[in-house]
């Protein structure tokens, strides 16, 4: 007859034996519940609503473009599966509210259940998520993000990576350009520069002042700024008038632009040479919203540029067809940017472990096809090498007259053949 503390014994072996076995069989990926995975679910928010929709609206449809690319190559390839995984992407519309789209990036991660985030638009409101990001260690690449510098960068978060550039890069290359339109034209040498209040437009201004300064290019006569909400500037108009700049600087970002230019064309004031933001000149509405004259002769930056690769034609492509008009380089190239660089540290991390992907956003270099530009890195959380292509409205078109890359005060000029002559001086409004 069998004792019962030898059956107790074989029952504590035979569970030993189990646990063992399946805790092998875990680690191997036989019983892990990712194993049986189909699909990496991606959630955002984004601006459909509110003062930063026609940007938000941009945004959405890069995302949703990037996302058809890689699943019609089957989607992501996880070496810890092996096999591709499709993209799946759960979005919402934060109203442009940097505590709305916070609460929702929070729904997103315990109610959706998401696997990873993608950003919203603008640095307001991408800065809003970062507590939610840092409460659960997502690791985020951001895209139409930026902040004041790499130092701050680090005190932020380290689970943010800027697929765009900190403020004082940006600041170089405006002051770049300008020196370079100021070498070409030595009667310039006025330089004024209004802005709206905003994180990004406010560190524009800063570290391009500061970087003029320093390099002692032209004169800085007046600065001033103004709400992003405001609907009358004539007064701070007027005032930059007084000083007489040959050059102004007009950074808004957002429907300030629909404030600023047409006050200025009624005012009649017409600078030698007028420089935008990307955020403000480049979008749909002031297409549509600005006659050929009035946009005539305006210069401001992209982040992306067709003629770069024909992948990113055949992105270009595929915007007319879906929406019947060229889509805003801006915007579809940072978010094209953030989300192929999403896809290749996944890959290259062969796992959608966190911790094994921010190694990989940490040390590796990403081929992304950005035709010369599109061998990047991370260097202090920031991409590298930071880029912009600077365009000019002319004759109805805006064409690519500069490409500016670098990390300040290190800033170079790339040739390119497909880059137009400016024109100079700004022509009359129309």
Partial sequence: MVSRRAVIGVVVVVIVVIAG????????????PQATKDHISVGFTVALSGPLSAQGSEQLRAYQICADYINSQGGVYVAEFGKRLPLRITYYDDSSDPSKARSLYEQLITQDKVDFLWPPFGTGIGLGIIPVVNKYNIPIILATQTIATEE?????????????????????MYAAVIKKIISDRPELRRIAIIYAETDSTVGWATWTKKALEEQRIGEVVFTASYPLTATDVRGLLLRMAEARPDIVLALTFGADSYVVIPQMRELRINPKVLIMTGPGASTRDFYTRFDNATREGIIYWTNSYPDLDPVLKSFWDTYVSKYGYAPVPDMQGLVYKSCLIFKAAIEKAGSLNYEKIKRVLDSETFNIPFGPLGSVRFVNQTIDPPFLVWMQYQGGVAKPIFITKGRYPNIEFVNAPFLSPYIYPKPEWG
């Fill in 21 to 32: 076995l399946a805790g092998y069989m875990y680690l191997s990926g036989s019983l892990n």
């Fill in 152 to 172: 701050r960068l680090k005190n932020v978060s380290q689970n943010i990576y800027l697929t765009f550039m900190t403020f004082e890069h940006v600041g170089g």
